[in-house]
């Protein structure tokens, strides 16, 4: 089970199973005049970060570097079960993306709980 979900506050949760894979894609396009023009990600990276609230310690428990097909604007999120053998407990996580020219922009944040 995973759910993925935006709120008002453009933070974004993430609802996952514990010791359960989960694996997403992520689009990069413009709005130009054409439909689906993608962004040319070649030479850039995406990693995602999750760790424990900052009342909690802080901790970093999860970073992974998201696989890129940079031609298409194509970027994939692939959590094991093993990357997710985490405590049952809500857990702030980002995605920065670092363009070949060394830029980074967060290009999404929120809360990944992490279910029985």
Known sequence: ???LGNTPRSQTSLRLEA???????IWFE???DAPFNRI????ATVVFVASRRVYK???????NNLEIDGTIGLARLKLQAADLNLTVD???????LTTADGYSVVIAKGEME???
């Open 90 to 96: 809500t857990y702030e996580f980002s995605l920065v």
């Open 30 to 32: 413009t709005k130009a």
């Open 40 to 43: 040319d990600l070649t030479g």
């Open 57 to 63: 310690g802080g901790d970093v428990v999860l970073t």
């Open 114 to 116: 992490i279910v029985a």
């Open 1 to 3: 089970m995973a759910q």
């Open 19 to 25: 010791r359960k894979s989960f694996a997403m894609n």
